[in-house]
């Protein structure tokens, strides 16, 4: 129909941590929303999948973006800006990005992650 129906899922490595709200017939969507998490010292990077909910089937996977722990030490004040999603499966072409702003915050003992998911293209 032209149209998906997205939604946000974040991973920390390979554990699902926030999923977003669902915004309906949009490929412009707009989410706005923010979460905190207690982020592990040992962890490696943080995945964000753009999905599109189905109700009929499996929802697919639009594209991912990555931001791995050496990214985020890059970048001590957090990182925000537009991120191009990349594919999960090679044989599928994927367009858009997604609008992140992420920071880490905290001393090494109790650190959390402060994510907030803001828009996609």
Same mark, same amino acid.
């Given at each position: 129909?032209?149209?998906?129906?997205?939604?946000?899922?974040?991973?920390?490595?390979?554990?699902?941590?926030?999923?977003?709200a669902t915004?309906?017939?949009?490929?412009?969507?707009?989410?706005?929303?923010?979460?905190?998490?207690?982020?592990?010292?040992?962890?490696?990077?943080?995945?964000?999948?753009?999905?599109?909910?189905?109700? +009929? !089937?499996?929802d @697919?996977?639009?594209?991912? *973006?990555?931001?791995?722990?050496?990214?985020? =030490? #890059?970048?001590?004040?957090?990182?925000?800006?537009?991120?191009? +999603? !990349?594919?999960? @499966?090679?044989d599928?072409? *994927?367009?858009?990005?997604?609008?992140?702003? =992420? #920071?880490?915050?905290?001393?090494?003992?109790?650190?959390r992650?402060?994510?907030?998911?803001?828009?996609?293209?």
């Open positions: 129909t032209g149209s998906s129906d997205p939604y946000c899922i974040v991973k920390i490595d390979d554990e699902v941590i926030i999923r977003t915004v309906w017939k949009t490929l412009s969507p707009f989410w706005g929303e923010e979460y905190e998490v207690q982020l592990q010292p040992s962890f490696h990077s943080i995945s964000i999948y753009v999905m599109d909910e189905d109700a +009929l !089937s499996r @697919d996977v639009i594209g991912k *973006v990555c931001i791995t722990r050496d990214m985020l =030490v #890059e970048h001590p004040k957090g990182y925000s800006g537009w991120m191009s +999603l !990349s594919e999960v @499966d090679p599928e072409e *994927v367009q858009g990005e997604i609008h992140l702003r =992420v #920071e880490v915050l905290g001393s090494q003992g109790s650190r992650l402060r994510c907030s998911v803001l828009e996609a293209r």
